[in-house]
């Protein structure tokens, strides 16, 4: 219906014109493919009345099923993992804002009591030019788990958590403005409709929230494979250098015979010992390049040495009694598993790609983390491909990460993070940022996600006032309020309802002009950093290794480059993200890189330690390295020398260098984040602060 017509019968009802007064005919309007409140008929056996009509359009409501679980992080959705063709679901994510929703409990309480239990909000007082102002804010609330709270996850007790603006926008629970005003999500809605919200709906609603439904898409070999391949290489060398010392024990011979005459006695039982010496020697050589395709993660070199293996295994049984044909038949066989463990395995894409790795590590690994399903309303069906990974599976991407394993200075394991990127995201958040609107509250982007129950919310509320301005009970001041606020409510209407018309390059940049942008979960860079995070800290835990690293800025160009026309560089954004090998964004600065500061809030809910280690440069057991120097200018106004380990062998070589594992030159200093047992439970995916545009996008 609209205003004018509201109006003009607001104002009949009023003056007291003849009930028994004709209304105009029915019309009908539509807003984003919605029906409009219709003008006012009177009823008819035939003609549904304004309130079924507006009753038509509610969406049922939202169920309530078993109390609250008062566990942290105990009842979210487990994130599914790939390992090769298959999906593992693992618990890698937790959420704060979960947590403090069963806090409460499940209760019903208003929409003000939960934005303030979720929320801090409030008023600032400051002096401008003389001049008193205020100004209202608002932030994610602050709160710690107590004992009773925390027993499935002891190590945060009495650690103080945020909760995400973010994650209240990405659930749809609640977007604010900068005042601390509701103006989006469920609360709003409850807010405008009067009612109050059973602690269960907005626990349903993190439950539910995109961001729980991501998977994680691993190319390269699992730790386990690499452990487990060194291990039995190491014992099967082992077994077979033993082989070949006892090969004369091997066949019954005379030992007072000469040594012609025992080479003659091994002939004539078929056996070469010569022959069997040297395949015995080749093997061992296969076995440890097998190990060091494993390591190294390429499954072509890993088919190759298990060709040659089988063939030589095959050589060697020749001649051989039966219980040494057993024995070499059970070694053959735990070198099948191995094959076999690596072939299901998607090997990385971007392992050669130098100005993104750094050469040297063993087992580089990618990983992605996507959102694998339709987004509703989005662009191309909901599915955004992926720009830099081919295929359906990688389609919505979030981030993707790359790393590889090294070995510290005191002989312990820490993966390398070489980079963490989201083209998707960053592409949106820049549009946003040149539209100066903030991303967790603008009608340029809006959350599709479990819509149906805010639209109830806004239909009741609108119905509400529409009866009131039918009941002619109201002033004429009352009904031109009530006209604003259904306008306030059709315009939120539309932009709930409406789908984004942004068009975008491969890489994710928003083209031309657009009114409305694609959602897409984990918008703030720092989010997308914390998750992946999350993820490397989870699978440390999970793989033994002690330390998880990033590589520092000035260590590799990444995508650093400069604009000589225009005189400017995008420097700055890397050195903000990554940081120097002390953490800090700039050199000299106290102040911490996002990735940094991230680990050291990661290191305090752990209890351990983030700072400064030194992570090898290449494999310490091949002493033998190549060693190249490039000059990398990253234009912070120093000029950096990089010495890169291009190969190491056990063995020298013409262009190699000695350099063993006690040198110094073998060490590169790095940040890192030591690893706790503990960090194989859930952790928060979103970033430590709530907020709106952060300067790192």
Do not use: C
Not at 636 to 649: P, Q
């Amino acid at each position: 219906m609209s205003l004018r017509n509201l109006l003009g019968l607001g104002r009949k009802l009023v003056q007291k014109k003849a009930d028994d007064a004709v209304p105009e005919a029915i019309e009908t309007t539509t807003i984003g493919g919605l029906p409009d409140l219709a003008k006012l008929k009177a009823p008819t056996p035939n003609l549904p009345t304004v309130a079924e009509q507006s009753r038509a359009l509610v969406a049922k409501e939202p169920k309530i099923s078993a109390p609250l679980l008062l566990r942290p992080m105990d009842n979210m959705k487990p994130t599914a993992v790939s390992l090769g063709d298959d999906l593992k679901l693992n618990k890698i994510f937790g959420s704060s804002t979960y947590d403090r929703i069963a806090m409460k409990g499940d209760g019903s309480f208003t929409a003000d009591e939960w934005a303030d239990w979720l929320t801090d909000r409030g008023k600032r007082r400051f002096k401008l030019f003389g001049k008193d102002f205020e100004e209202g804010f608002v932030t994610g609330r602050k709160f710690k788990y107590d004992t009773g709270k925390a027993k499935a996850t002891p190590h945060l007790i009495n650690k103080e958590m945020t909760v995400p603006i973010e994650e209240l926008f990405d659930a749809n629970i609640a977007q604010f403005n900068r005042a601390g005003d509701l103006t989006g999500g469920l609360l709003f809605s409850a807010k405008e409709a009067g009612v109050k919200i059973p602690g269960r709906v907005l626990a349903d609603m993190v439950q539910d929230s995109p961001i729980n439904r991501i998977k994680i898409r691993e190319l390269g070999l699992p730790q386990a494979v690499v452990n487990k391949t060194e291990n039995t290489v190491k014992t099967q060398i082992a077994r077979l250098a033993d082989m070949e010392r006892s090969l004369q024990r091997t066949i019954n011979v005379n030992p007072a015979a000469s040594r012609v005459e025992k080479l003659e006695e091994f002939k004539s039982q078929g056996l070469d010992v010569a022959e069997m010496k040297m395949n015995l020697k080749t093997l061992r050589n296969e076995m440890r390049a097998l190990n060091s395709a494993v390591r190294d993660g390429n499954k072509d070199a890993v088919e190759d040495a298990s060709v040659e293996i089988a063939n030589l295994f095959s050589k060697i049984k020749k001649g051989l009694p039966s219980d040494k044909k057993i024995a070499i038949n059970k070694m053959q066989g735990e070198i099948d598993d191995i094959v076999a463990s690596t072939r299901n395995i998607t090997p990385p894409k971007y392992q050669n790609q130098t100005s993104y790795t750094f050469p040297g590590g063993q087992n580089y690994r990618e990983a992605v983390i996507v959102l694998d399903e339709s987004i509703p309303k989005n662009i191309r069906g909901g599915r955004r491909p992926n720009p830099h990974y081919d295929g359906k599976e990688y389609d919505n991407p979030l981030a993707h990460i790359r790393w590889d394993t090294r070995t510290t200075s005191d002989g312990k394991k820490a993966f390398l993070i070489h980079e963490i990127q989201s083209d998707t995201n960053q592409g949106i958040s820049k549009f946003l940022r040149d539209q100066k609107a903030e991303p967790f509250n603008t009608a340029l982007r809006q959350n599709p996600y479990q819509n149906e129950k805010i639209l109830k919310f806004l239909f009741d509320s609108r119905k509400k006032l529409s009866d009131e301005v039918l009941s002619g009970k109201l002033s004429a001041t009352r009904m031109e309020l009530n006209a604003k606020k259904i306008k306030d409510l059709d315009e939120v209407i539309k932009n709930t309802v409406k789908s984004p018309n942004a068009t975008y390059d491969r890489y994710g940049k928003v083209e031309g002009r657009a009114t409305g942008v694609d959602y897409i979960p984990l918008l703030d860079r720092a989010s997308q950093a914390k998750a992946s995070l999350a993820y490397l800290t989870n699978l440390a835990a999970k793989e033994g290794v002690d330390y998880v690293a990033v590589a520092p800025v000035n260590l590799m160009m990444r995508g650093i480059s400069r604009d000589s026309y225009n005189k400017t560089s995008n420097t700055k954004a890397y050195q903000e993200a990554y940081g120097y090998f002390r953490g800090n964004k700039t050199p000299g600065s106290k102040s911490p890189a996002v990735i940094p500061s991230l680990m050291k809030k990661i290191g305090k809910d752990f209890n351990t330690k983030a700072g400064t280690i030194k992570i090898s440069k290449s494999d310490p057991t091949k002493p033998y390295k190549r060693v190249e120097q490039e000059e990398l200018d990253i234009y912070d106004g120093n000029s950096y020398k990089v010495t890169k380990h291009t190969s190491a062998s056990s063995t020298p070589r013409g262009d190699s260098s000695l350099i063993p594992d006690n040198d110094l030159r073998l060490y590169e200093d790095v940040f890192s984040v030591k690893v706790s047992p503990d960090m194989v439970n859930p952790q928060k995916i979103y970033k430590k602060e709530g907020g709106f545009i952060s300067k790192y996008n």
